[in-house]
């Protein structure tokens, strides 16, 4: 048990579909944070969150639209996406942006 | 931008040898990472390197630092089972809040 928790834990949609993934963290962090993991490539960082506020946006996609509406939780919205986003997507939080992150279980997405 | 080369990529070893997993970076970083990740699973944090010289020990796992020569390295004694995992180090640039992931060595220990 991390602390950290990720809905849906697996997800299929097709390209004209709108969905949201979700974490939580129940380890009283301030920072935040959204991660891309596809096979073959190193993890990516998409998005960092501080104190609610955005403080990293490593030229997303516009498709892909982060929201942290407190600082325990932190969804990413999905919308007219494509298969190469198809991907393993992890949260994480740490107590301030500088320390160790921990990362939630991921929510494995296909996208048809 | 900093870039993490993690080498090797896949190490097949057998139980009870000793080997050594190297992360090198290219430009300045304050701070370095190594995580565990076991298939299907997610990351667990191994060790945090704060200062050039550090070094960590954590039973059969052991990380260090050269800030100098942007090099860390992540050894396994006496190799078990239950080691076998993807194993990622991640710096932190100088300055910037963001990490930088390897690509991962997997490790797998052959009984």
């Known amino acids: 048990e991390t602390g950290v928790t990720q809905t849906p834990r697996h997800l299929v949609m097709g390209m004209t579909n709108k969905k949201s993934l979700k974490c939580e963290q129940h380890l009283g962090h301030n920072a935040m944070y959204w991660y891309k993991q596809s096979a073959k490539k190193p993890l990516e960082l998409m998005f960092v969150?501080?104190?609610?506020?955005?403080?990293e946006n490593n030229s997303v996609p516009s498709r892909f639209s982060p929201e942290c509406p407190n600082s325990s939780h932190l969804f990413l919205h999905l919308h007219t996406l494509q298969p190469e986003d198809s991907a393993l997507y992890l949260c994480?939080?740490?107590?301030?942006?500088?320390?160790?992150?921990?990362f939630g279980p991921g929510t494995r997405l296909l996208v048809l | 931008e900093l870039k993490v080369e993690q080498n090797p990529l896949f190490l097949s070893m057998q139980e009870g040898k000793n080997y050594t997993i190297y992360c090198n970076y290219s430009t300045t970083s304050d701070r370095l990472y190594w995580y565990r990740q076991d298939p299907g699973k997610s990351l667990e944090s191994l060790f945090v390197l704060l200062s050039n010289g550090a070094v960590k020990q954590e039973g059969r796992l052991m990380a260090s630092l050269d800030t100098k020569a942007r090099l860390s390295t992540l050894h396994i004694t006496a190799a078990v089972h239950d080691l076998s995992a993807t194993y990622f180090c991640?710096?932190?640039?100088?300055?910037?809040?963001?990490?930088?992931f390897g690509t991962g060595t997997r490790l797998t220990i052959i009984p």
């Open positions: 994480a939080s740490s107590p301030d942006i500088e320390e160790t992150q921990y």
């Open positions: 969150y501080s104190l609610e506020e955005r403080v």
């Open positions: 991640a710096p932190r640039e100088a300055g910037n809040e963001k990490l930088t």
